[in-house]
Every structure is written in structure tokens, then in C-alpha cells.
């Protein structure tokens, strides 16, 4: 998350993303994890130098992780799709980590 400017959540049912500010640049990493868990988020994309070992620690278990090499929300969402099918509740980079 630290690289992070927005956090958005794709509702795929009422087929909306609303964006909302990153509070990690001014509050920090931990603000940005609370949030996302204070939205509903059942899952996060995140691109492999975003998400840092403490974010993984205090996401994990409760939504599953969507890595992708994509830059913005736009690609994302035109393979939305291709993205979801990499839902995994590990990273196993980072559980190697953690170890």
C-alpha cells in the first residue's frame, strides 16, 4: 500500500467503482488497512511492490489477494476478469517472509 493514491471498490453486482483517497500518505499504512477492511473489501489487487509484510499480516484471513503486474485502474478493470482468477488468501513471497 505504499505506493497506493486510491483505494477502489469494484462492485461488480451494482457494476460500480467508487475511489476513494489513500489515507497512508498522511496517516499511514495502517489507516489504509483499516480502511479497506472498514469498506467490506471480500478482496484486495494489489501490484507486487505495494503490498508491504505489516498490510499482508493484517489482511490476511480476511480477504483474498489479487496480485497484478497492471498500473492502473483501467487496465484492471478491462480484465477484471483475468485479474479474479489469481484470487489466492496466500502470497507466498510474503509468507516466505514472515517466516
Do not use: C, W
Not at 500500500?1 to 471498490?9: E, P, V
Not at 499511514?28 to 505495494?50: F, P, W, Y
Amino acid at each position: 500500500m505504499k505506493s497506493a493514491d486510491i483505494l477502489a471498490i469494484i462492485d461488480e453486482e451494482q457494476k460500480v467503482v467508487e475511489q476513494y483517497e489513500n489515507p497512508a500518505p498522511e496517516f499511514g499504512e495502517e489507516a489504509a488497512v483499516e480502511g479497506i477492511l472498514e469498506l467490506g473489501a471480500s478482496a484486495v489487487i494489489v501490484r507486487d511492490d505495494t503490498l508491504t509484510q505489516s498490510a499482508y499480516k493484517a489482511l490476511k484471513g480476511h480477504v483474498k489477494f489479487m496480485p497484478t503486474s497492471m498500473n492502473n485502474l483501467y487496465e484492471i478493470l478491462d480484465k477484471l476478469e483475468e485479474v479474479k482468477s489469481g484470487a489466492t488468501d496466500v502470497i507466498e513471497k510474503l509468507e516466505v517472509s514472515a517466516s
